[in-house]
Each structure stands twice: as C-alpha cells, then as structure tokens.
C-alpha cells in the first residue's frame, strides 16, 4: 500500500428538500468552526482540508494521534449533526431535566454561544442509541464510496481500455474472410494497456482498503453499542490498540472513537 495515500470522506449535510434542518445544522456547523472537508489515509489517518481554525495551544506539538482524535471529533461533530432529525429536536426540546441535552437544544435553536462552545467540546454527542446512528451514518457513506469504485479486475480493466483502442473497427481480433487476423490491442500510441490497468487496480484496491477500513469501523461501532461496551474499557482498548499498532486501520479508527466518546461523555456527565 501506498502509506502516502488518502481519500476524501465527504460528511456532507442532506439538502434542504431532504431536511428541513439543514440550514440550522449548517450555521452550527460554521459557528463551532468544524464545518470542512475530511479526509482518511494510511499513514495519518483521519485529516481535514484545513488545522482547527481556533485550537487552544500548539497544534505542532500534539502527537499525531493527538491530532487524529482532534480531526476524528471533528469529523463526528460532522456526522452527528448530519444524523440529526426533528425527531431528535423534539426529544431535546422535552429533556429539560438534563442540561446537556438543553444546552444542545439552544445551541441548535439559538445559536448561544456558551451552548456552541458546550457542543463544540461535546462534538454534539447525545447518548449512546443516537451514536449508533450515527455509525450507521457514516457505514452508509463509506459504503456508497465502496459502489462507486467498482469490483474490476485488472484484467476487466484492460478489456475496457482495449475498447476504446479502436473505434473503427467494429470486429477487433476477429479474422474476415481475405484479411490478415487483426492483432488484440494491446497499446494506445506508445501507453502499455497493461501497465495503465496494473496502476489503476493498484489505486482502486487501496481505496477500496481504505473505505472498506471506514465501514468497518462503523459496524464495530454499531456492534459495541449493542453489546452495551461502548466506549471500550481499558483491557478492550489494549486489544484493539494491538491490532492498530500491527496495520488493522478499522482498530485505530474504533480506538480512537471510543477514546473521543468516552471524553464527550465525561464532558456531558459533567456540565452543571
């Protein structure tokens, strides 16, 4: 693999036809400086299209796994807003008991700005069943990345590249009668058709891993809330820390979320 390579990772809202919140979720987004484009590689993981804008200390001496739990709750933040439904801000709206959920509420309704800084330290966690949702969420995204790359092989790859090699001739590689047998194509000017398919498939098949890591993780995600261990307990993370640390990248990505959940819990379980 290619440690270099990345994706995009496009946590985009629904359209307004589709969500009526949409115009909210998004000025939430950009008042908690989290509203940017992500992206997921090899070698560092979660990133953005941008550092956090406003990040209290230095952003250069965080750890790269400092960085990557920043970036993935940023990322979260993101999902969860997008999971949102009317639904969800009716059930805020009646979970007055619970100041966290209230201050998720106001933050959402009217854009208060100790209500945006309490979201923005939460990353818009709710509780558990809706993070569920959200896995489900973000399973779906990296799913629909996985149907557009395709299943080709590289040798599916050069017989589609072979078809464009020559337009005029509706019967490539078959003989007609008083004709020489016409030769399969197997170059366009001087470009070798095999070795354009072998890069290609090489790229596919990293992205693919890296999107299918993505999914993966999710459906860990989903698994854990069910099974009621979610976020992980010490000798669960160690585990899954192990297989990260040998190359599993659905691990990290599931380590380092349990690790942002179990804070925005604390954080929640905290506010007074």
């Known amino acids: 693999d290619n440690t270099a390579h990345t994706v995009p990772v496009t946590l985009a809202l629904d359209t307004l036809k589709m969500d009526p919140l949409s115009g909210a979720k998004r000025a939430m987004l950009v008042s908690m400086d989290v509203y940017r484009g992500f992206t997921f590689g090899f070698n560092k993981g979660w990133a953005a299209s941008s550092q956090p804008f406003v990040f209290k200390g230095s952003w250069s001496s965080l750890s790269q796994r400092q960085k990557e739990m920043e970036l993935l709750g940023e990322a979260l933040a993101n999902l969860r807003v997008g999971t949102f439904s009317m639904d969800d801000l009716n059930d805020l709206a009646g979970a007055e008991e619970s100041k966290h959920l209230a201050s998720l509420h106001a933050a959402l309704t009217t854009g ?9 330290a939460v990353h818009l966690f709710i509780d558990l069943p809706f993070e569920s949702r959200t896995a489900a969420r973000l399973e779906r995204i990296a799913s629909d990345y996985l149907q557009g790359l395709g299943t080709n092989s590289e040798a599916q790859i050069v017989e589609a590249l072979e078809s464009f090699g020559d337009s005029d001739s509706e019967d490539l590689g078959v003989c007609k009668e008083g004709e020489e047998q016409v030769r399969p194509l197997t170059t366009i000017g001087n470009v070798d058709l095999q070795h354009v398919a072998a890069a290609a498939f090489t790229l596919l098949s990293s ?9 993966d993780a999710a459906r860990q995600v989903m698994l854990h809330i069910t099974n009621g261990d979610w976020p992980l307990r010490t ?3 160690e585990g899954i820390d192990i297989l990260a640390a040998k190359g599993n990248l659905a691990a990290r990505t599931v380590s380092l ?12 379980a905290g506010l007074t």
């Open 112 to 120: 208060d700005e100790i209500a945006i800084e309490h979201a923005k």
């Open 257 to 268: 979320w349990s690790e942002v959940t179990s804070t925005d819990m604390n954080i929640s």
């Open 207 to 215: 992205e693919r891993k890296l999107y299918s890591s993505i999914r």
């Open 235 to 237: 000798d669960a993370l």
